[in-house]
């Protein structure tokens, strides 16, 4: 359980599985990518001349957005299915705050955002509020993804399996309002991915338990206090693989 | 033959169309209509031996635009004998009869011809207030149309208005607005040709093809016929290659605009409505609004007044915001605000850390602090 004791009241833990990791790098490159390509797509800047018969701007960078919204799409349904299949961190319980601890936990996470309390409800993996944020971010993930296929499976060509979608294009309130829902969310999401990056670095430094490194290593190192005073009764081997 | 053959070959004579003119125009309605080719000898036989079915013309919240569009064609065509085929009993525009004379007409059709006639309704139907907001001889539009389309054999939406509400159900919609689908509940064989107005070509081939078959083309699950509603504007553009090559009109009347551009970045709805507008085009073929250097509005779409303006947009604006204001103004208002917000807390957070330093540790080795301060 103990893997190594920089300090003595210190524990080694395995919070990020490798699966964890992966999506997490694939949807936070995949966003970028489509963030770029959408905002050309929304906005079309450098006008091309020539033969229009021999320019495919457009049609190149709508041919990256759609690739990578398959990478986006397939790491979003894996990060959902791991929900299931991942360690206790990575379950679907640490993102709604479906129990009355984390729930509870919920204001006093809040009041530390707002310098009502010095430090912040020991959690080893999402915080009560972190989760509940990712589960509106994933939310938005599934919209993007309902929105982006409503728009491309009107115009999927003849015998492909994307046209199936098209009857998410009422869902959305028509093709019009679901380009707009589109756009808007990605905003969303650029919003989101400044607070992300700043409130991990911020935690990192608080709880000094390298939050930040541990999306790329996958361990956090926790103040064996912190496991009980969160509530976390035990950490077995399954919990703390490696 | 028959002496409606007779009467049909008679009446093309009369009007100066030959024969030839007259296949032309069924292989085009087959045509449109994407049947194969062989079927025009049928639609043809259709055509010239068809029983006269009645039909009735109703207007309701309208502009009577798509009355105007259909009677304003440019010079007299085939399609007009087509129509002539029809017996009009009643349409409130263009009928000689008048005040109870012409109630009478349709009182007759509707009492004499139950199940059997065929309605075209343009415009929406008012329900606040009782309906007042529309009466017809002192009948409220709503009564008329169920009692009329009620009794139709098939009904027509003709137009935005009476496909989907259209201008008059735009928001707030003060006289409670509805299409001809929600006022008449469990209408039958309802047929919706949106388009601000209809086109005449796509009303000719409809009425061609009842004429023919005796039952609607397939409808898409807006009640569209889908030979004209089945395919996106933006698909069959001519002007998609400057759109997939990166060549957009920046500014009404620049070098783009000239040339030919896309009109994407004009506001051109053609990649969210679906219409056939750049295979049959209007004026008898003559242009479209892409094709003569407007973007397309969206007239053909449910609620277009609401979701496809500001019309030289191609995004609505943000909610509860005034016009001048764009999802992006917003979005890029929104992040920096959000960056500017935590930059702050980051601020306050290091200030407030950094005070705290000089306190004295607390008396418990076990306190938190001690081991957070030991573990940076």
């Given at each position: 359980m103990i893997q190594d004791q920089p300090l003595a009241e210190t524990v080694r833990v395995y919070v990020w599985e490798w699966p964890v990791r992966v999506c997490h790098w694939l949807i936070a490159g995949s966003i970028a990518v489509m963030a770029v390509t959408g905002l050309y797509i929304?906005?079309?800047?450098?006008i091309t001349t020539g033969l229009a018969s021999q320019r495919s701007l457009m049609g190149l960078v709508k041919l990256i957005h759609y690739s990578t919204a398959i990478v986006f799409g397939i790491a979003v349904i894996s990060r959902i299915w791991w929900m299931f299949a991942g360690n206790n961190y990575a379950r679907w319980d640490k993102f709604v705050p479906a129990s009355t601890k984390r729930w509870k936990a919920l204001g006093p996470t809040l009041g530390y955002y707002l310098f009502r309390l010095r430090k912040p409800p020991g959690f080893v993996g999402h915080n009560p509020l972190a989760g509940l944020a990712y589960t509106i971010v994933f939310a938005v993930y599934l919209i993007m993804l309902g929105t982006g296929l409503a728009m491309y499976s009107v115009s999927a060509h003849v015998g492909s399996p994307l046209r199936w979608f098209t009857f998410l294009v009422p869902w959305f309130?028509?093709?019009?309002?679901?380009?707009w829902l589109h756009h808007g969310f990605m905003w969303m999401l650029i919003g989101f991915a400044v607070h992300h990056v700043y409130s991990a670095v911020l935690m990192s430094q608080v709880e000094a338990n390298a939050t930040v490194e541990s999306i790329f290593s996958g361990y956090k190192f926790v103040p064996r206090e912190d496991l009980v005073y969160s509530g976390y009764r035990f950490i077995d081997r399954k919990d703390t693989r490696g | 033959m028959s002496d409606r053959e007779n009467w049909f070959i008679d009446e093309l004579e009369r009007r100066g169309v030959s024969r030839r003119e007259f296949l032309g125009f069924c292989t085009v309605m087959t045509s449109a209509l994407a049947l194969p080719a062989a079927l025009s000898a049928r639609v043809a036989k259709a055509?010239?031996?068809?029983e006269k079915p009645v039909l009735v013309w109703l207007e309701f919240q309208d502009c009577c635009g798509n009355t105007e569009s259909f009677l304003r064609a440019a010079r007299p065509t085939v399609a007009d004998i087509v129509l002539d085929t029809l017996s009009v009993d009643y349409h409130e525009t263009i009928m000689a009869a008048a005040g109870t004379q012409a109630e009478e007409a349709l009182r007759t059709v509707v009492g004499d011809k139950k199940g059997q006639y065929l309605v075209v309704v343009e415009g929406s139907i008012p329900t606040f207030e009782s309906g007042a907001y529309c009466t017809i001889g002192g009948r409220a539009a709503i009564d008329i149309a169920r009692?009329?389309?009620?009794?139709?054999?098939a009904?027509?939406?003709?137009?935005?208005?009476?496909?989907?509400?259209?201008?008059?159900?735009?928001a707030p919609n003060p006289t409670g607005a509805l299409s001809v689908r929600d006022a008449v509940p469990g209408i039958k064989n309802l047929v919706n040709l949106p388009a601000c107005p209809a086109n005449a070509e796509n009303i000719t081939a409809l009425l061609v093809h009842y004429l023919t078959f005796k039952y609607w083309p397939p409808l898409d699950e807006f009640g569209r016929p889908l030979f004209a509603y089945g395919q996106l504007i933006h698909d069959n553009c001519e002007r998609r290659a400057h759109y997939d090559a990166g060549q957009y009109v920046e500014a009404w009347g620049d070098e783009g605009h000239r040339t030919g551009y896309c009109l994407y970045k004009m506001g051109c709805k053609g990649p969210v409505t679906f219409q056939n507008c750049p295979r049959v085009r209007w004026n008898e073929g003559t242009n479209w609004p892409i094709g003569c250097g407007h973007p397309c509005v969206g007239c053909a779409e449910p609620d277009f007044w609401d979701k496809m303006t500001p019309f030289y947009n191609h995004l609505?604006?943000?909610?509860?915001?005034?016009?001048?204001?764009?999802?992006?103004?917003?979005?890029?208002?929104?992040?920096a605000g959000i960056a500017a917000a935590f930059a702050t807390h980051g601020l306050i957070s290091y200030i407030k850390r950094s005070r705290e330093k000089p306190e004295p540790a607390p008396a418990t080795p076990q306190s938190t602090d001690a081991k957070k301060g030991d573990a940076v």
């Open positions: 929304a906005n079309p800047g450098p309130g028509g093709l019009s309002t679901a380009r | 055509i010239q031996g068809a009692e009329v389309c009620g009794g139709a054999a009904t027509i939406a003709m137009g935005t208005c009476a496909a989907y509400g259209g201008l008059p159900a735009a609505q604006g943000p909610p509860f915001l005034g016009p001048g204001y764009t999802v992006d103004r917003v979005g890029v208002a929104a992040t």
